[in-house]
């Protein structure tokens, strides 16, 4: 990691010799003594991390390491600043925070404590990058149709959603509330031969039974109290195009009976009508419950669900999308950060680590829902947990501040897994799946770049043939 440079910012040339010597080995450390050579060194070498004492006078009156850490963050707003404060001395910390720091340490320094927190920080920088890069490169990770994604899982998705669109198959998809199944319905009709014509969604368990019928098939005028005039339904609607049925689970058992008959003859009747009305619509069909489940407890009809499961596209809840988590929160939060004009810089470390082990029920919706919150809510130019309305994580101080636990080994294990296996996708991702110029990318060999795909369960093949996505 001697790529990564560490400035470390102490008037104490005891101390800053002390640490130079412990992270010289793992870091391109650069030295500075007071404030004009801490900003230089910002502005001139550029560093990924900085150790800064707060008091570089040596006079705790006259805590000169707040205009430092401001002004190297206007010079380099994704600098992570780590200040190192007076023992119990929590109201500049918690100053410090506000204004931008990534942590802190209390004196005095225990370096395999504080060795932990630098790589965290260097870790979070570099994850920032990649992300940064890739929606320099690709509109924001790896965008389909409105979805975007950097998770193995998603990728495969994309493909077979590219392979589908082509035919006029019944399509099935499953998943938890908010995984992103309309969008994906979407995705699939503006791919289809039918794109230019309508896409009509519907949802089946927020319209009244008594009316659904109506509103599926239409009715003719009197057919019944309120019918003054005949009405044209989603299916008509959507003729030559594609009707989304969400949480089809929830359809009465008669209109599972005229759904299925649609699906045979591809006629309809309005309801008062007798007269067949031929309709040109591709069904895709929605839900979050297990229909096999239903179709035991003769809630739905089993004919019917292989009618509309001829291809099944199952959505991975957020909790199991990996770094798709990040990307998504960094896209939302660019997204509300310039509608909500807020200066918010990006997530503290502990926001991090609160989302990470969050379980996310509604998935990307819930995540939407948080960031934007967050946005609104957020003191400083940081997020927070709190402002995600999230529980702090272990470790975390009093006002969310991001309080570094003593890490073992298996959390820096953990760390580095995420990396690179965050890196192995970008370069795969950069370079289409050429195994190859990725690895060169990544200035590894070829059999090894396979051993860390073999590793991470990173499948190449997805990134390949991606068309105009």
């Known amino acids: 990691m001697?790529?990564?440079?560490?400035?470390?910012?102490?008037?104490?040339?005891?101390?800053?010799?002390?640490?130079?010597?412990?992270?010289?080995?793992?870091?391109?450390?650069?030295?500075?003594?007071?404030a004009a050579e801490a900003i230089e060194a910002v502005r001139e070498r550029k560093p990924d991390v900085m150790l800064l004492d707060l008091s570089l006078t040596g006079d705790p009156r006259k805590l000169e390491g707040f205009d430092v850490l401001q002004d190297a963050l206007g010079i380099d707003p994704t600098l992570k600043v780590i200040v190192i404060t007076g023992h119990d001395d929590r109201e500049n910390a918690l100053r410090a925070i506000t204004l931008g720091a990534t942590d802190f340490y209390a004196k005095p320094v225990?370096?395999?404590?504080?060795?932990?927190?630098?790589q965290r920080a260097a870790y979070i920088r570099s994850l920032e990058a990649q992300l940064t890069r890739l929606e320099r490169e690709a509109g924001g990770g790896h965008e389909f149709e409105g979805v975007i994604a950097m998770s193995g899982q998603m990728l495969?998705?994309?493909?077979?959603?590219?392979?589908?669109?082509?035919?006029?198959?019944?399509?099935?998809?499953?998943?938890?509330?908010?995984?992103?199944?309309?969008?994906?319905?979407?995705?699939?009709?503006?791919?289809?031969?039918?794109?230019?014509?309508?896409?009509?969604?519907i949802n089946c368990g927020a319209i009244p039974e008594n009316l659904l019928e109506s509103e599926l098939f239409g009715h003719e005028k009197g057919s019944f109290t309120g019918a003054h005039a005949t009405k044209r339904g989603k299916f008509e609607s959507a003729d030559g195009g594609t009707i989304f049925l969400d949480e089809i689970g929830e359809l009465p058992l008669p209109l599972q009976v005229k759904l299925l008959r649609f699906?045979?003859?591809?006629?309809?009747?309005?309801?008062?009508?007798?007269?067949?009305?031929?309709?040109?619509?591709?069904?895709?069909?929605?839900?979050?419950?297990?229909?096999?489940?239903?179709i035991g407890r003769k809630e739905f009809r089993e004919d019917l669900f292989y009618r509309i499961n001829t291809v099944r596209i199952a959505l991975p809840p957020l909790r199991d999308r990996g770094d798709d988590l990040l990307l998504l929160a960094t896209r939302f939060l660019h997204r509300y950060r310039a509608e909500?004009?807020?200066?918010?810089?990006?997530?503290?470390?502990?926001?991090?680590?609160?989302?990470?082990?969050?379980?996310?029920?509604?998935?990307?919706?819930?995540?939407?829902?948080?960031?934007?919150?967050?946005?609104?809510?957020?003191?400083?130019?940081?997020?927070?947990?709190?402002?995600?309305?999230?529980?702090?994580?272990?470790?975390?101080?009093?006002?969310?501040?991001?309080?570094?636990?003593?890490?073992?080994?298996?959390?820096?294990?953990?760390?580095?897994?995420?990396?690179?296996?965050?890196?192995?996708?970008?370069?795969?991702?950069?370079?289409?799946?050429?195994?190859?110029?990725?690895?060169?990318q990544l200035d590894v060999s070829r059999p090894t770049l396979h051993d860390l795909m073999k590793k991470h369960g990173v499948n190449p093949d997805v990134f390949r043939a991606r068309g105009d996505a």
């Open 340 to 440: 909500l004009s807020r200066p918010i810089r990006g997530f503290s470390p502990a926001a991090l680590d609160a989302m990470h082990t969050w379980q996310w029920a509604g998935n990307v919706r819930e995540l939407d829902n948080r960031i934007k919150r967050a946005v609104i809510m957020a003191a400083g130019n940081l997020i927070q947990p709190a402002d995600l309305d999230l529980p702090a994580p272990a470790g975390a101080g009093d006002g969310e501040i991001s309080l570094t636990a003593a890490a073992g080994d298996m959390a820096l294990r953990e760390a580095r897994d995420r990396l690179e296996k965050s890196m192995v996708i970008a370069a795969l991702l950069r370079s289409s799946g050429n195994v190859s110029a990725a690895a060169q």
């Open 263 to 294: 699906l045979q003859d591809h006629i309809i009747e309005r309801v008062g009508g007798g007269e067949p009305i031929p309709v040109d619509v591709r069904v895709i069909a929605a839900t979050n419950q297990d229909l096999e489940t239903m």
């Open 2 to 34: 001697t790529s990564v440079k560490l400035l470390i910012v102490d008037d104490e040339e005891s101390i800053r010799k002390q640490l130079q010597w412990s992270f010289k080995k793992d870091y391109t450390v650069i030295p500075a003594s007071d």
């Open 156 to 201: 495969a998705i994309f493909e077979t959603v590219r392979k589908v669109a082509t035919t006029d198959v019944s399509v099935l998809l499953t998943g938890e509330s908010g995984t992103g199944k309309e969008l994906v319905a979407r995705a699939i009709h503006r791919r289809s031969a039918r794109a230019g014509k309508p896409f009509v969604p």
């Open 110 to 118: 225990d370096v395999e404590h504080l060795r932990v927190m630098i």
